[in-house]
């Protein structure tokens, strides 16, 4: 019966406009939902693997500037539980120069045997290779950052600290040139046109770590079992190691990155929720007409012994079928869209010849996309909810028709 009722007559082809357009309004509303859902999903998690691989879980910093006797200090720190690495890095801000162009950067240096095991580095090297790295020859630069100082494998990089020495005729910066023996792109603009990875006892040579004979680095880079333990972890190590060293966790070091990309995906969330509010409120004015053009078969079926329940079921059923098939639509298509969001990007972008993500501007050469059953189940309770509250109040006015007066013209 409820299938009749929504099936276009012509007498009735307003009517089931209307309806179109709320199920198609549900649809669209559900998809966008599941689809920026997912698109913040992955650009969260592709952050935080870029941000967490590259840096450690946990930085541990001395007061005092370089760290001493790292070798005892991170079998200090490997005692505690959860702990699964600590290794010593040395880290500073240059300019890199070559071919007549400049350009700042950050250089960092690992040890060969701990750089090996930074699979998300190692798997994405473009060009070269690390035998010649780790024989302290040279350093490996990001791709971007290749691109603009227009040196490949083989060429060389002059690396300026503004840290230099002071001379008699006043301050010189320190400049070294260092030849390029391969190139990484991580996919993250921050990092492939800002990053230069130099051989650890080079770096500290270079960094002045190394005066006197001393063996020192500028930082501990540690790594923990379960990411979200790494606060918990920090803590520890805080009361173990004593005074005289700042330890930051990952949410901690890039607290106000994740703190808006969660603010930006729960302000559009809302944004997109209101898509199907009003898809809903179509439902209600759709279902309200419908009740005023069947009120003489209304009256017909009460009459012939229909209950008021049976009447509300009709209607209610009307309605349900409407956010059923927008919310299904939706999840369909909202479901494709996420699977598929970096390619059709790339295809934007191939056949309107601009850029949707430029690098520049963006930390992510690429969309990604993380599709969370739960967010899309979600949606999908919110959807049928919103679709089942919009048809109460037409299927009670249908229910509430009184038949004697329906057919009093009739």
Partial sequence: MAWRYLRARRAEGFISLITA????????????????????????GEMLRHFIGWS????????????????????????VPGVTSAVPAVEGEVMASANGHAQGAQATALRYDDLTHREHITDKIVSGSLEAFKNGDGVIVGARLAENLGVHVGDSVTLISPEGRQTLAGMVPRLKAYPVVATFRLGMNAYDA???????????????????????????????SKPDDARA??????????????????????????????IQRNVMFIILTLIILVAAFNIISSLIMLVKEKGRAIAILRTMGATRGSVTRIFFACGAMIGIAGTG????????????????????????????????LYFLSTLPAEIDPAQVLMVIVMSLGLSFLATLYPARRAASLDPAEALRYE
């Fill in 21 to 44: 357009f709320s199920l198609t309004g549900i649809a669209l509303g559900v998809a966008a939902l599941i689809v920026v859902t997912s698109v913040m999903n992955g650009v969260k």
């Fill in 56 to 79: 450690g879980h946990i930085n541990l910093y001395a007061e005092g500037g370089a760290v001493d006797n790292y070798d005892a200090l991170t079998a200090r720190i490997m005692t």
């Fill in 194 to 224: 800002g990053m230069i990875l130099m051989p650890f006892s080079e770096a500290q040579i270079y960094f002045k770590l190394a005066d006197g004979g001393k063996d020192r680095a500028s930082s501990i880079e540690i790594n923990v």
């Fill in 233 to 262: 972890i920090a803590e520890q190590l805080r009361k173990q190691l004593g005074d005289g060293y700042r330890i930051y966790d990952w949410q901690e070091s890039n607290k106000s990155v994740f703190e808006a990309l969660t």
């Fill in 329 to 360: 639509i939706g999840v369909v298509v909202g479901l494709v869209l996420a699977v598929n969001v970096d390619n059709i990007r790339a295809w934007i972008e191939k056949v309107s010849g601009g850029r949707i993500l430029a690098e520049q």
